[in-house]
């Protein structure tokens, strides 16, 4: 935003919503690939069909000003309470010829202010968003804090005053109310400040750039070749989510770092794109936009070039309030002037904390409605302040070099580099398709008739420029030790021992800072590459911020659970028989496992009766011998924590001959049978009748391509017809098992004398004690 030829007092201040957060952008790990073809048409992103109400509402009240001989007024009045003013009228084109000002009174002082100069804005759309149904003129809003009361006084010059004037006051409300109502809110506490890390896009050789139609024609400048540095791929970590925050918003919170001295920077010898690390930012959740009121807006798939702005406002606000000037700009922008959102990608206030602005415009190219004749393919990034009146700081000059070095560096550009620019539409200073050649992280004023982004600020770009080479790179958490990792989280006892690395030299980092939920637990000297950290019971977040000699940032954040409890045990370890083939020295059986855990389970060990590590399952299947054994478990959660259980069973093999015989049966002999010996009937009805008392049990048969059916009774009640036959020959086969309570049960099997193959050949009986 901001300012043509005269400075007024202007726009905004905002109440951070308690609850809120910062996320932590990371980019896809690919780049535009060299030789992609143009974008000829951006896309138009439809707005939600069921967006979400904000948390904190804004409410817009207007009055309407009727001129009188060229001038306009409302003498001072009660109103509703606002915080953000100004004055519109019906058609954008039609700017009032002469001075708006105005005057507020406070609610909590109950004063008059002097009367205030508003200006007429200078920031807008281009293309369809210009000319859409319902798009208003206006000046920059004024931010006037609390207030109920309100003067105006237009006095017009020769060309009169437009059609359509009102003045429009907006309410942004507060977190206390979720609408109008009483005092503003404490800041909210630091969230976390981890972050995931994505590799980094490729970066493409100088002179690989493609021209993508934004507004105008983009042209390169030449420049000299530079050496192509390394690609340093980062390893993706676990990202934390703010619990209260919903599933839809990562919410994580770097303090902004010591800023850096706002002296001269050295310039950069190199232009080869920075592989710079987006700095945190304060969601759209974070300071309750309004999803509801949001349009179309344009997704362009590049950004050429990143503008800076300033909003003109006054400077003396509390970063507390920074939440609530951006909810009253979206508020102004959207229902006052009629754009799709809020014009800006990007706001940062001067504490240097960083805004999302624009819906959609962090992690792709969304137009902004800022620099008219340059909102396709390019950015737009506003600093809450005057900057024509005030100096500027390095917390914010340190946002802006990490904002245009990540921002840029995405699409293989860098912020040093320069480029030729043609306006889209004609605005203030160029008429359409008139060129115009200047860095890539350049002033509004480069592009337009205006003062913006302030004559301080804009004095300092060359050495923001310079301080956008001047990141941390490569930054990755290569260990945590101490415990476990499953599904995004590390699970630990009481504490984990953090291993990290940078592709800087140790020289050019200042610290690392260690934060648990968003706290500072530990700080590093820049030569460090690990830290232990303490970790108490419960999910934590735990980020480690690598801080460059200059003040800009970059961060890998992990969620580690603390747990000193040891898994427990829902029932004794069950033992079963299961088919399959028996022998004198192998019986095959699966053991349950019923080892639980209050965070998460890792795992098994198994010592005896044969060693085995297993994962979280529910059950193993195994072979054991028969006769008496004793089965120790070892259930092991994933921080490291153990519980072990034992138990005796015995496997016992009953031969055939302990079976009483019913009917017609002989013996069959062969060392291929259970212990040589089986028992074969073909008369129907012919029954073996065993007895035992156990909590398993088998029937084993031999099979062969002429052997048949048998009905089984358990305990008297008919519970399985088998049939026997098979392709081929095979002995000792479990081909009916069943886990019972532990009592003394019988076992029937009554030949079903099936016809062509009436045979049954039985093997004897297993069963577990």
């Given at each position: 935003?901001?300012?043509?030829?005269?400075?007024?007092?202007?726009?905004?201040?905002?109440?951070?919503?308690?609850?809120?957060?910062?996320?932590?952008?990371?980019?896809?790990?690919?780049?535009?690939?060299?030789?992609?073809?143009?974008?000829?048409?951006?896309?138009?992103?439809?707005?939600?069909p069921s967006p979400a109400p904000p948390r904190i509402r804004t409410e817009l009240n207007s009055l309407?000003?009727?001129?009188?001989?060229?001038?306009?007024?409302?003498?001072?009045?009660?109103?509703?309470?606002?915080?953000?003013?100004?004055?519109?009228?019906?058609?954008?084109?039609?700017?009032?010829?002469?001075?708006?000002?105005?005057?507020?009174?406070?609610?909590?002082?109950?004063?008059?202010?002097?009367?205030?100069?508003?200006?007429?804005?200078?920031?807008?759309?281009?293309?369809?968003?210009?000319?859409?149904?319902?798009?208003?003129?206006?000046?920059?809003?004024?931010?006037?804090?609390?207030?109920?009361?309100?003067?105006?006084?237009?006095?017009?010059?020769?060309?009169?005053?437009?059609?359509?004037?009102?003045?429009?006051?907006?309410?942004?409300?507060?977190?206390?109310?979720?609408?109008?109502?009483?005092?503003?809110?404490?800041?909210?506490?630091?969230?976390?400040?981890?972050?995931?890390?994505?590799?980094?896009?490729?970066?493409?050789?100088?002179?690989?750039?493609?021209?993508?139609?934004?507004?105008?024609?983009?042209?390169?400048?030449?420049?000299?070749?530079?050496?192509?540095?390394?690609?340093?791929?980062?390893?993706?970590?676990?990202?934390?989510?703010?619990?209260?925050?919903?599933?839809?918003?990562?919410?994580?919170?770097?303090?902004?770092?010591?800023?850096?001295?706002?002296?001269?920077?050295?310039?950069?010898?190199?232009?080869?794109?920075?592989?710079?690390?987006?700095?945190?930012?304060?969601?759209?959740?974070?300071?309750?936009?309004?999803?509801?009121?949001?349009?179309?807006?344009?997704?362009?798939?590049?950004?050429?070039?990143?503008?800076?702005?300033?909003?003109?406002?006054?400077?003396?606000?509390?970063?507390?309030?920074?939440?609530?000037?951006?909810?009253?700009?979206?508020?102004?922008?959207?229902?006052?002037?009629?754009l799709s959102d809020l014009g800006y990608n990007y706001m940062v206030d001067k504490c240097g904390r960083?805004?999302?602005?624009?819906?959609?415009?962090?992690?792709?190219?969304?137009?902004?409605?800022?620099?008219?004749?340059?909102?396709?393919?390019?950015?737009?990034?506003?600093?809450?302040?005057?900057?024509?009146?005030?100096?500027?700081?390095?917390?914010?000059?340190?946002?802006?070099?990490?904002?245009?070095?990540?921002?840029?560096?995405?699409?293989?550009?860098?912020?040093?580099?320069?480029?030729?620019?043609?306006?889209?539409?004609?605005?203030?200073?160029?008429?359409?398709?008139?060129?115009?050649?200047?860095?890539?992280?350049?002033?509004?004023?480069?592009?337009?008739?205006?003062?913006?982004?302030?004559?301080?600020?804009?004095?300092?770009?060359?050495?923001?420029?310079?301080?956008?080479?001047?990141?941390?790179?490569?930054?990755?958490?290569?260990?945590?030790?101490?415990?476990?990792?499953?599904?995004?989280?590390?699970?630990?006892?009481?504490?984990?021992?953090?291993?990290?690395?940078?592709?800087?030299?140790?020289?050019?980092?200042?610290?690392?800072?260690?934060?648990?939920?968003?706290?500072?637990?530990?700080?590093?000297?820049?030569?460090?590459?690990?830290?232990?950290?303490?970790?108490?019971?419960?999910?934590?977040?735990?980020?480690?911020?690598?801080?460059?000699?200059?003040?800009?940032?970059?961060?890998?954040?992990?969620?580690?659970?603390?747990?000193?409890?040891?898994?427990?045990?829902?029932?004794?370890?069950?033992?079963?028989?299961?088919?399959?083939?028996?022998?004198?020295?192998?019986?095959?059986?699966?053991?349950?496992l019923t080892g639980t855990d209050n965070v998460k389970l890792a795992g098994y060990t198994v010592s005896?009766?044969?060693?085995?590590?297993?994962?979280?399952?529910?059950?193993?299947?195994?072979?054991?011998?028969?006769?008496?054994?004793?089965?120790?478990?070892?259930?092991?959660?994933?921080?490291?924590?153990?519980?072990?259980?034992?138990?005796?069973?015995?496997?016992?093999?009953?031969?055939?001959?302990?079976?009483?015989?019913?009917?017609?049966?002989?013996?069959?002999?062969?060392?291929?049978?259970?212990?040589?010996?089986?028992?074969?009937?073909?008369?129907?009805?012919?029954?073996?009748?065993?007895?035992?008392?156990?909590?398993?049990?088998?029937?084993?048969?031999?099979?062969?391509?002429?052997?048949?059916?048998?009905?089984?009774?358990?305990?008297?009640?008919?519970?399985?017809?088998?049939?026997?036959?098979?392709?081929?020959?095979?002995?000792?086969?479990?081909?009916?098992?069943?886990?019972?309570?532990?009592?003394?049960?019988?076992?029937?099997?009554?030949?079903?004398?099936?016809?062509?193959?009436?045979?049954?050949?039985?093997?004897?009986?297993?069963?577990?004690?």
């Amino acid at each position: 935003m901001q300012r043509k030829l005269a400075m007024g007092i202007g726009t905004a201040v905002a109440v951070l919503a308690a609850g809120g957060g910062v996320a932590v952008l990371t980019w896809p790990s690919a780049g535009t690939p060299a030789g992609a073809a143009p974008v000829i048409a951006p896309a138009e992103l439809p707005p939600d069909p069921s967006p979400a109400p904000p948390r904190i509402r804004t409410e817009l009240n207007s009055l309407d000003l009727k001129p009188s001989g060229g001038r306009a007024e409302i003498a001072q009045r009660d109103t509703k309470r606002f915080s953000l003013l100004g004055i519109s009228w019906s058609d954008p084109a039609a700017e009032p010829d002469g001075t708006i000002e105005v005057r507020t009174r406070g609610v909590a002082s109950g004063r008059w202010t002097g009367w205030q100069e508003l200006e007429k804005s200078d920031t807008g759309p281009d293309g369809a968003e210009a000319s859409a149904s319902g798009r208003r003129g206006a000046t920059e809003p004024l931010w006037a804090g609390p207030s109920d009361g309100v003067a105006v006084r237009i006095a017009g010059k020769q060309n009169g005053l437009p059609a359509g004037l009102r003045l429009d006051l907006i309410d942004p409300g507060t977190e206390k109310t979720g609408g109008r109502g009483a005092g503003e809110p404490s800041p909210s506490a630091s969230a976390d400040p981890s972050a995931s890390v994505s590799p980094e896009p490729a970066v493409p050789a100088p002179g690989d750039e493609e021209p993508i139609e934004g507004d105008g024609p983009v042209e390169d400048v030449t420049e000299e070749p530079v050496a192509e540095p390394a690609v340093v791929e980062e390893t993706p970590v676990p990202v934390a989510e703010d619990p209260a925050a919903g599933a839809d918003s990562v919410i994580q919170q770097v303090a902004p770092a010591q800023a850096a001295s706002t002296g001269p920077v050295p310039e950069p010898t190199s232009t080869v794109p920075v592989k710079a690390q987006f700095p945190s930012y304060f969601t759209r959740k974070a300071w309750s936009a309004d999803e509801t009121i949001v349009g179309s807006v344009t997704d362009a798939k590049v950004v050429n070039a990143v503008w800076v702005h300033h909003t003109g406002t006054s400077n003396d606000y509390d970063c507390s309030e920074s939440a609530a000037i951006v909810r009253s700009i979206q508020s102004n922008d959207v229902k006052v002037k009629g754009l799709s959102d809020l014009g800006y990608n990007y706001m940062v206030d001067k504490c240097g904390r960083l805004f999302e602005g624009r819906r959609g415009g962090v992690e792709n190219a969304i137009a902004p409605a800022a620099t008219v004749g340059f909102n396709t393919g390019y950015a737009a990034i506003a600093v809450i302040g005057n900057f024509e009146t005030a100096a500027s700081n390095a917390a914010i000059e340190t946002i802006l070099a990490q904002v245009g070095a990540a921002r840029l560096g995405k699409y293989g550009l860098n912020p040093t580099s320069r480029a030729t620019f043609a306006a889209g539409v004609a605005n203030g200073k160029l008429a359409k398709d008139e060129k115009i050649t200047i860095p890539r992280l350049a002033g509004h004023r480069e592009a337009d008739a205006t003062l913006c982004p302030g004559a301080s600020l804009d004095a300092r770009l060359p050495d923001i420029r310079a301080r956008s080479q001047q990141m941390v790179t490569g930054m990755t958490l290569t260990k945590v030790a101490g415990g476990g990792y499953s599904g995004g989280a590390y699970y630990v006892k009481t504490a984990a021992w953090l291993t990290w690395a940078v592709a800087n030299t140790a020289t050019d980092i200042a610290r690392f800072d260690v934060y648990l939920d968003g706290k500072v637990v530990g700080t590093q000297p820049g030569t460090a590459t690990g830290a232990k950290v303490d970790i108490p019971a419960g999910a934590h977040t735990v980020t480690v911020l690598a801080v460059h000699t200059s003040g800009t940032t970059a961060r890998v954040g992990v969620t580690i659970h603390g747990d000193t409890t040891a898994p427990t045990y829902r029932a004794v370890l069950p033992l079963d028989l299961v088919s399959g083939t028996y022998s004198t020295t192998s019986v095959p059986v699966r053991l349950g496992l019923t080892g639980t855990d209050n965070v998460k389970l890792a795992g098994y060990t198994v010592s005896r009766p044969r060693a085995a590590n297993l994962g979280p399952v529910g059950s193993w299947t195994t072979t054991v011998r028969p006769g008496a054994a004793t089965w120790t478990v070892t259930a092991k959660d994933t921080a490291g924590n153990t519980r072990a259980a034992s138990m005796s069973r015995t496997v016992v093999l009953s031969a055939e001959t302990s079976a009483k015989k019913t009917g017609t049966w002989s013996s069959r002999q062969s060392k291929s049978y259970l212990g040589g010996k089986a028992l074969t009937s073909a008369k129907k009805n012919a029954k073996l009748t065993y007895t035992f008392t156990g909590r398993s049990a088998a029937l084993l048969f031999s099979r062969g391509t002429k052997t048949g059916k048998a009905y089984v009774y358990l305990d008297g009640r008919k519970v399985a017809t088998i049939d026997t036959r098979s392709g081929a020959t095979r002995y000792r086969q479990a081909l009916w098992v069943s886990s019972t309570s532990v009592k003394k049960h019988t076992v029937v099997i009554v030949v079903a004398g099936t016809s062509g193959r009436p045979t049954v050949v039985s093997d004897g009986l297993a069963y577990i004690r």
